[in-house]
């Protein structure tokens, strides 16, 4: 079967580093996805990854090995805003999103 | 609008009965998405169409039906809710179906079942 694995739930400080890890298991691979989802919001898209390494996109980066079904998304400078779910999403062979059950992040002063 | 509506926001539903849950995108976006999100569960994939006029079956397709009239409108119907179907609902689309294109999300529609 497919399988996304991903911690349910992470604490930081504000102005900290934190790192969310994302494990999967998937039939074929077009890509891995980044969403961050506010409470009673939307998710909406943080990052794509295809090949493996490190992208950056300003305090946020994301991470991938597709060798040991692996990614990370480093979020740097924690800010309270931060504090929401993040969730990461594999594009199986027929291009379907398998979606991990996401990571709160709760960011503490 | 910008982006994707989705109505209603929220509603309370007796089961038995029959509900649309509407979507609408202004992107132009030839394929859409709709993905149900339960507590502790991923976002599970409903229907989807790749493009006006078609449509195919998701992960958990069972007592939902969806349509695509046109290229902006994909309103999904549950024929006789249960309790089950309590959930936040999620319309999404993308610019072309089965790419690596990014898929945009509606605000979403909680609905109570009871």
């Known amino acids: 079967g497919q399988n996304i694995d991903q911690p349910t739930e992470m604490t930081a400080t504000e102005g900290a580093i934190v790192q969310i890890n994302c494990t999967y298991q998937?039939?074929?691979?077009?890509?891995l996805f980044w969403y961050q989802q506010h409470a009673g919001e939307a998710p909406t898209f943080l990052s794509y990854?295809?090949l493996d390494g490190l992208e950056e996109k300003g305090r946020f980066s994301s991470f991938l090995s597709r060798s040991k079904g692996y990614s990370y998304l480093l979020l740097k400078e924690l800010q309270m805003k931060d504090s929401a779910s993040y969730l990461c999403?594999?594009?199986?062979?027929?291009?379907?999103?398998?979606w991990g059950a996401g990571t709160k992040l709760i960011i503490k002063p | 609008i910008a982006g994707i509506t989705q109505a209603p926001t929220s509603q309370i539903l007796a089961a038995g009965r029959r509900m649309t849950l509407r979507c609408t995108q202004d992107?132009?976006?030839?394929?859409m998405y709709w993905y149900r999100q339960d507590l502790g569960l991923g976002l599970r994939l409903i229907h989807y169409?790749?493009?006006?006029?078609?449509?195919g079956k998701g992960e958990v397709p069972d007592g939902y039906s969806v349509s695509r009239a046109n290229t902006d409108d994909f309103p999904l119907t549950l024929a006789s809710a249960v309790p089950s179907q309590t959930s936040v609902y999620f319309c999404?689309?993308?610019?072309?179906?089965?790419?690596?294109?990014?898929?945009?999300f509606g605000p979403g529609t909680r609905l109570t079942v009871l």
């Open positions: 992107m132009r976006h030839n394929a």
């Open positions: 999404a689309s993308s610019e072309l179906a089965d790419s690596t294109d990014t898929q945009y």
């Open positions: 990854n295809v």
């Open positions: 998937t039939s074929g691979f077009n890509g």
């Open positions: 169409s790749n493009t006006a006029g078609t449509t």
């Open positions: 999403a594999v594009l199986d062979s027929n291009y379907q999103l398998i």
